[in-house]
């Protein structure tokens, strides 16, 4: 019977960047959340528990990623897929824990090859996910711009989008909905909030709209505000 382990790829969007947490070990060792799991424990257990005690994030959904063989022959590796916003957790590291620290995803420290190749399984798929549906929305706090949503999905997709289009098909869609409130940043008029608005997002009618947003004309101007 092989060994099996967990780890978890944690991602947010902050600042128009892709995040991912990482846990530095004693020697200078980046790792993702991670442990072994024993016999009769459930997969997801183990990778909540480990996310929780690691790292001090909880309460987030886990969506399986994919299982990997380890360099042992007799063992795999069972990842999953967090999505959350990086402010919303008091970040503490767990025993044997150094660090717990965000990471821009296109500016990783050195990692292990089976960590890398985690990572990157995961990214790839961020950017297929995004493509058809709205999920920088838990990537961001509970209130954002449109900008915001829009510096998000370009992260994510790693391009540029054309602002009125993705801006007309996000209202569209009816995934987000106005809280009523304003955010002044600068000497510009000030930008209106949006969260999610309730509701299952996997409505068809709604994924193909939010995709042609994000498979927009790509764009030299009209950054976003």
């Known amino acids: 019977m092989k060994d099996v382990a967990v780890e978890v790829v944690v991602a947010a969007a902050r600042g128009g960047r892709v995040e991912m947490l990482l846990l530095r070990l004693p020697g200078n060792v980046w790792v993702t959340p991670g442990a072994a799991v024993g016999a009769g424990r459930r997969l997801e257990e183990a990778a ?8 001090g994030v909880r309460g987030v959904a886990l969506e399986q990623l994919y299982s990997f063989d380890t360099a042992a022959a ?3 590796r069972v990842a999953y897929l967090a999505l959350t916003d990086a402010g919303r957790h008091a970040l503490a590291p767990g025993a044997e824990v150094v660090e717990v620290r965000w990471f821009p995803a ?9 960590v890398a190749e985690t990572l990157a399984y995961g990214r790839a798929r961020l950017r297929a ?19 915001e949503l ?22 569209a869609a009816d995934i987000v909905e106005p809280v009523g409130r304003v955010r002044a940043d600068g000497p510009g008029r000030p930008a209106r909030l949006y969260r999610a608005a309730p509701g299952e997002f996997q409505v068809l009618a709604r994924e193909r709209r939010i995709a042609r947003a994000a498979r927009g004309t790509p764009t030299s101007g009209g950054a976003p505000s």
Not at 129 to 147: C, D, F, Q, S
Not at 150 to 171: I, K, M, P
């Open 106 to 114: 296109d500016d990783l420290p050195p990692l292990g090859d089976e």
């Open 150 to 171: 829009q510096a998000a999905y370009e992260a994510l997709l790693e391009r540029r989008l054309d602002t009125r289009n993705f801006r007309r098909d996000v209202l």
């Open 129 to 147: 996910k995004a493509a058809y549906a709205p999920i920088a929305l838990r990537l961001l706090p509970e209130a954002v711009t449109l900008g």
């Open 48 to 55: 909540a528990a480990a996310l929780a005690e690691q790292a």
């Open 74 to 76: 007799d063992g795999v």
